[in-house]
C-alpha cells in the first residue's frame, strides 16, 4: 500500500516538475540577449574562509540581504525563510519565539526547551544551542548561508544535518545607514534601520535596529475567557558592533545584541479538521476562535560575542568569546477549545482540558573557540582549533486548570539541565593540480549532560489517578518511587568529512564530498504524564556529488547535486500520542536520498530569474519501533465501548494499540521543496521602477512519527508581489507589497492527543514600504 502510494508521488512529481523544467527551458533561451551584465561573485565562509560558493564542495545556498528585506517587510520571523532554499523547512508550535529547522527532512518536532536540534543555527560565528535563542530575528545581515550535510568538522556536534549561517553586516570605514519603514493590513509595522559611524581611521561603530508589531487579528467568541484577542506581537532586536581595525595583524570586533518579544503564543484551534480528511470543518474561519484559556509569550535575550584576529606571518589566529542569556515565558490553551465540553469522542470532542506553559527563568551559555589557519597562498591550506562549551539553564512547567473559577495552577515542575563540551579539530586542502583540489577535515567531541527534575508538585485528576499512569504522582517523592529524577551522559566522538573537487572546464567544476556528524544525548524529565527518557547520540554519514557551472560568461549560475545519508540511532521524539507523553526514542536508523538544484540568471539586462528545488526521499528503519497514536476518550476515562480514535490511522498497529512506523517519512520533511522569484527592471525618468514576485511550494507533510489522514498537512504554496521604484541614486525606494497572495490558508501543524486540533500559516497581507539610504 505504501509502496503504491510512493509510486504515486513519483508519477505527481514528475508531473509538477514539467512545468519547471519547461520555465528553465525558457531561462535559458532568454540569456542570449543579456549581453553586459554578469551575476555577482557570492563569497561564503562555509569552511571558516572566505571563499566563492562556486569552489566549495558541497552544497550551499545563500539569501542576500536584498532578499530579506523582501521577507521582512511582511513582519514575518525567521519561519519566513523556509522554502527559499531547497530542502530548507522551518516550523514551530510556540510560534515566533522557538522556529524548528529541516535541512533535507532531517530535524526534531521536540517542543520541549531543552530539546536539541541536528540543524544548528550559526550567527556571528557563535552557536545558538537553546532553541529559544535560535528565535534572535535576522536583520542588516550581509547574508544568510544554508550549509546541507554534516558540518562535525568545523561546526561540531548537533549539526549532523547541516548549519544555517547569519553574517551580520559588519561596521566598515564609510559614514553610511539606511532606514526602512513597512505598514500592511492587520496593522503590520516593520520598522528597521542602521547607522555606521566612523570613529576614527582604524575604529567605526555599526549600530542596527528592528521592530516589528502587528495588531492582535483573531477574536475570541468566548467571552469569559481571559484572552480576548490574539496573534498581535511587539518584537524588538537591537545590536551593536564596534571595529578596530589596527592594521592588516589585528582586528577587534565586539558585538552586543539583545531582543524583547511580548505577543501572543502559538494559536491551537479545536476540532478544525474534518475526521476522515485532512480538510478544514466546513465553515472554518481563521479571524475566530473560542478559548477559555489564557494566551500570552513574552521573552528577553541578551548576548555578546568578540572576535579577534592576530597576524602570525604564514598564520592567522583566530579567538571567538560568546556569551548568550534568556529569559522566557509562553502559555497557551492547548486543547484549543471553550465550554460546552464533549467528553464522548469523534468530532467535536475534547477528551481533557489542557492548559500548559514552560519558561526559562534562569540561563547562560558561554562558548570559547580558537582557530589557527595558514594564510599564505600555497598549495597546502590548513587550520586547527580547539573549542569549549557551556551551559546551564533551568526549566519550569505549569499546568492550569481552566474549567475552575479563576484558572488556577494545579501541577508545577522545575528541571535543571548543565551541558559542557570541548572539541578538538582540524582541517587540511590541497591543490593537486590547477583543476583538482583535495580537502579533509577531523574533529573529536566530548559532550557532557546533566539533568535532575528539581521540585514537583501536582493536584490534578491525571496525577492522583490510579490507572493512568499506575499510582499518583502528586508530589517529587511519588513521582520519584516510578524511576529516576536525574540523568547524567557522557559522549566521545570523532567525525571527519574528505571532499575535492575538479575543473571539467574554467567555470565548471564537479564535486564529491563525504562527510558525518552527531548529535549528543538527550534527556526529557519524569512528568505526569511519562517517565524519563533518555535518547543516546545519533550519527549521519552522508555522501553527496554534484556539479557547480557559471554559463553565458557569468550570466547564469547553475549549482546540481545528489545525496544519499544514513543517520544511525536516530533520536526521536514520540509527541502527544494518547498518553499525552513527550518520549525520546532511538531508532536503528533513517536514511534519506535527493537532490537539489540551484540556479539564478540574468536573462536580459531587464530580467533576472531564480529557482531552486529539493527533492527529498526520507525513511524511518526500525522493524519493531511503535509510538502511540492519537488519544481516544476511552484510554483517557475509561468509557465502555469500542474506542473511537481522533484520527484515522494508516500504519499497522500491535497488540498494544501503538503504530508501528517502520518506513514512514521523517515528520515534517516534504519530498518537494520549490523556490522561484522573477525580478524586472527598466529606467523609468531618474530612476529605475521594477516588479518582483516570489513563490515557495512544499509537498505534503506528516505531523507524526505515526502516519494519519487528518494529520497530514497538505501541500502549500505562498507567493508574494512587490511593485517600487528607487531613485536618488538608489538613495529611495518606494514599493507596494504583497505576501501569501493568493490567500492559501494550510493546517501546518497538530495537537493529536485530545482532539483534532491545529494550527496554521500566516495569512494574506498587503502592504507599502519606504526605504531611505545614506
Not at 5 to 22: D, E, I, K, M, N
Not at 170 to 180: D, F, T
Not at 261 to 276: K, T, V, W
Not at 504 to 509: F, L, R
Request: with cysteine; proline share 5%.
Amino acid at each position: 500500500m505504501k509502496h503504491s502510494r510512493q509510486s504515486l508521488h513519483l508519477r505527481r512529481t514528475a508531473g509538477r516538475l514539467r512545468p519547471v523544467a519547461a520555465a528553465a527551458l525558457a531561462l535559458v533561451s532568454g540569456l542570449a540577449a543579456a549581453q553586459q551584465q554578469t551575476l555577482e561573485a557570492v563569497t561564503v565562509t562555509a569552511e571558516r574562509r572566505n571563499e566563492n560558493i562556486q569552489d566549495v564542495p558541497s552544497s550551499i545556498s545563500t539569501i542576500n540581504n536584498e532578499y530579506l528585506d523582501v521577507i521582512n517587510t511582511g513582519g514575518q520571523d525567521l519561519r519566513g525563510l523556509s522554502g527559499r532554499v531547497p530542502s530548507l523547512n522551518i516550523e514551530s508550535s510556540f510560534g515566533r519565539a522557538f522556529p524548528r529547522f529541516y535541512i533535507r527532512g532531517y530535524g526534531n518536532t521536540d517542543f520541549r526547551l531543552n530539546a536539541s536540534q541536528p540543524v544548528s543555527l550559526v550567527y556571528d560565528e557563535v552557536v545558538q544551542e537553546n532553541p529559544i535563542l535560535k528565535g534572535f530575528p535576522a536583520f542588516d545581515l550581509d547574508r544568510i548561508e544554508v550549509l546541507r550535510g554534516p558540518q562535525g568538522t568545523l561546526f561540531g556536534r548537533n549539526t549532523p544535518a547541516g548549519v544555517v549561517k547569519f553574517e551580520s553586516a559588519r561596521p566598515s570605514n564609510k559614514r553610511e545607514g539606511y532606514g526602512s519603514l513597512s505598514i500592511g493590513t492587520m496593522k503590520t509595522i516593520n520598522a528597521e534601520g542602521a547607522l555606521n559611524l566612523p570613529t576614527s581611521e582604524t575604529t567605526a561603530l555599526r549600530l542596527s535596529v528592528l521592530n516589528q508589531t502587528r495588531d492582535d487579528w483573531v477574536k475570541n467568541n468566548f467571552d469569559a475567557g481571559p484572552t480576548q484577542d490574539l496573534e498581535g506581537y511587539r518584537d524588538t532586536a537591537l545590536r551593536a558592533q564596534y571595529l578596530w581595525q589596527r592594521d592588516k595583524d589585528f582586528s577587534a570586533l565586539a558585538n552586543v545584541h539583545l531582543r524583547d518579544f511580548d505577543g501572543s503564543a502559538r494559536l491551537f484551534r479545536a476540532n478544525i479538521i474534518q475526521p476522515g480528511t485532512n480538510d478544514f470543518v466546513p465553515g472554518f474561519n481563521e479571524h475566530v476562535v473560542e478559548y477559555d484559556g489564557v494566551n500570552k509569550s513574552e521573552l528577553k535575550n541578551v548576548g555578546a560575542n568578540l572576535r579577534l584576529r592576530f597576524g602570525l606571518g604564514d598564520m592567522a589566529l583566530h579567538s571567538i568569546t560568546g556569551f548568550e542569556q534568556v529569559d522566557t515565558f509562553s502559555r497557551g490553551d492547548i486543547d484549543g477549545g471553550a465550554p460546552p465540553y464533549v467528553f464522548s469522542g469523534g468530532a467535536g470532542s475534547i477528551p481533557f482540558l489542557s492548559e500548559t506553559a514552560d519558561g526559562i527563568p534562569k540561563h547562560r551559555q558561554v562558548t570559547q573557540e580558537f582557530r589557527l589557519e595558514s594564510t599564505t597562498k600555497t598549495a597546502l591550506g590548513w587550520q586547527a582549533g580547539a573549542y569549549l562549551f557551556h551551559e546551564d539553564y533551568d526549566i519550569e512547567s505549569f499546568s492550569y486548570n481552566s474549567s475552575a473559577a479563576g484558572n488556577p495552577q494545579d501541577a508545577y515542575q522545575k528541571v535543571h539541565q548543565r551541558n559542557n563540551a570541548w572539541a578538538l579539530f582540524g582541517a587540511l586542502s590541497y591543490e593537486l593540480s590547477p583543476q583538482a583540489q583535495v580537502r579533509a577535515g577531523a574533529r573529536y567531541t566530548r559532550d557532557k549532560k546533566n539533568f535532575k527534575v528539581t521540585d514537583y508538585n501536582c493536584s490534578t485528576f491525571n496525577c492522583a489517578t490510579t490507572t493512568n499512569p499506575p499510582g499518583p504522582r502528586t508530589t517529587l517523592a511519588e513521582l520519584g518511587s516510578f524511576g529516576p529524577l536525574a540523568a547524567a551522559t557522557s559522549d566521545g566522538k570523532f567525525n571527519w568529512d574528505l571532499s575535492g573537487t575538479y575543473a571539467v572546464a574554467p567555470a565548471t567544476k564537479l564535486y564529491a564530498r563525504i562527510a558525518t556528524g552527531f548529535r549528543g544525548s538527550s534527556v526529557q524529565g519524569a512528568g505526569q504524564f511519562n517517565d524519563q527518557s533518555v535518547a543516546t547520540p545519533e550519527t549521519n554519514t552522508s555522501v553527496e556529488a554534484g556539479v557547480k557551472t557559471e554559463l553565458f560568461g557569468g550570466r547564469a549560475r547553475v549549482n546540481f547535486g545528489v545525496f544519499h545519508y544514513t543517520v544511525k540511532d536516530l533520536q526521536l521524539t514520540a509527541v502527544g500520542g494518547a498518553g499525552n507523553a513527550n518520549i525520546l526514542l532511538n531508532a536503528d536508523k533513517a536514511v534519506g536520498q535527493g537532490f537539489e538544484l540551484d540556479a539564478q540568471a540574468l536573462l536580459s539586462d531587464q530580467w533576472m530569474a531564480s529557482i531552486g528545488l529539493g527533492y527529498n526521499d526520507t525513511k524511518i528503519k526500525d522493524a519493531n519501533l511503535a509510538v502511540s497514536p492519537c488519544g481516544t476518550t476511552q484510554y483517557l476515562f475509561g468509557q465502555p465501548g469500542a474506542p473511537r480514535p481522533n484520527c484515522t490511522v494508516l500504519d499497522p498497529v500491535d497488540a498494544n494499540g501503538k503504530a508501528l512506523i517502520d518506513g514512514n517519512p521523517l515528520p515534517q520533511a516534504p519530498k518537494t521543496t520549490l523556490n522561484f522569484t522573477l525580478k524586472y527592471t527598466q529606467p523609468v525618468a531618474s530612476g529605475e521602477f521594477y516588479a518582483l514576485t516570489d513563490w515557495t511550494y512544499r509537498s505534503k507533510i506528516n505531523f507524526f512519527l505515526y502516519e494519519s489522514t487528518e494529520f497530514t498537512g497538505k501541500p502549500l504554496t505562498e507567493g508574494g508581489v512587490r511593485l517600487g521604484y528607487i531613485w536618488g541614486n538608489g538613495k529611495y525606494e518606494a514599493a507596494l507589497f504583497g505576501r501569501n497572495i493568493t490567500n492559501q490558508i494550510r493546517i501546518v501543524g497538530g495537537i493529536d492527543f485530545d482532539n483534532l486540533t491545529g494550527f496554521i500559516n500566516e495569512p494574506r497581507m498587503w502592504g507599502a514600504q519606504f526605504r531611505a539610504s545614506f
